[in-house]
C-alpha cells in the first residue's frame, strides 16, 4: 500500500488577455506554492494575474517580458522593459523607452507594438525633503494619472480621516513611514494612490503588485510603471 499525499496533476497554466486586468504582478512564479503544492514551480518571466482557487492557485501570464536573445536591435527600450503578447516573444505588445531628463524629471515614452506612442511615465523629484518622489501617467485622451504615497494622497479632511481611523501603533508606523516617504527606514514597499483628480484609478504596494481601479487606464502603461519599478 502507498501512503503520502497523492501527486495532483494540473492542465498548462492558459495566457489570459491584458486589457481588463486588475491585480497583476510581475514575475516568473506560475504556481505558487500551495497546501496542495509544496513547491512552486516557475515559467517564463511574465506579468501575471492570480486565478483558480486557494488550493491550486495560477499565476496566469498575460504579457510576456522581453530578453536579450529575442530583443530586437532597433528597439531603444532594454530587454527587461519590452512586453510580448506570446511566450515566443514574436507578437511585440509595447516597450517603455530609456528615461530623458526634462526640467529635473525622469520622462519614459511608453509605445505599442507598432511604435506609437501610448503615452508618458514620468518619475517626479520630491519638492521638499524627507519626502520621496512621485510619478505621473499621462495618458492620451485622459486626465493625468499621478501615484503619491497613500499617507499624503488626498485632501486634507482624507488625510485626517486616515490617521483618526488608525490604532495608535498603527500611526506611529504610518508616521516612520511617511519620514521614510524619501527614506531608508522603510521595512517594506511603500504603498501608492494613483489619482485622476480626485479618483483613485490605481494603487500600487512599491512595483510588486499593482490594481488598476478605473476601467478607462491603459493597462500598458500600468505595465510601464511595474517595469520601471519604485525604486530610491
Known sequence: MAFGRKKVHEPPVEPI???????FVISSVERPATVKRKY???????????????ALRV??????????EAHPPTLSSRPEHTLYEDAGLHRLLCH??????????????VRDG????LGKLTRVPPKHRPLRHTWR????????????????SGDAKEIAGRVAGRLLGTVVSAVA???AEGGDQRSKPRSLEWRAGDEVVMTSEGSEQVTVHADWVD???????ALVGDHV
Do not use: Y
Open 177 to 179: 513611514d511617511l519620514g
Open 137 to 152: 501617467i499621462e495618458q492620451l485622451g485622459h486626465p493625468d494619472i499621478v501615484g503619491r504615497n497613500e499617507w499624503v
Open 17 to 23: 488577455g491584458w486589457t481588463h486586468v486588475q491585480t
Open 219 to 225: 493597462r500598458r502603461l500600468a505595465f510601464a510603471f
Open 59 to 68: 499565476m496566469a501570464p498575460c504579457a510576456f517580458l522581453g530578453n536579450a
Open 96 to 109: 517603455v523607452e530609456p528615461p530623458v531628463d526634462e526640467e529635473g524629471e525622469q520622462r519614459h515614452l
Open 40 to 54: 512552486a514551480v516557475r515559467g517564463t518571466p511574465a506579468v501575471r494575474v492570480v486565478q483558480g482557487s486557494d
Open 114 to 117: 507598432r511604435g506609437r506612442i
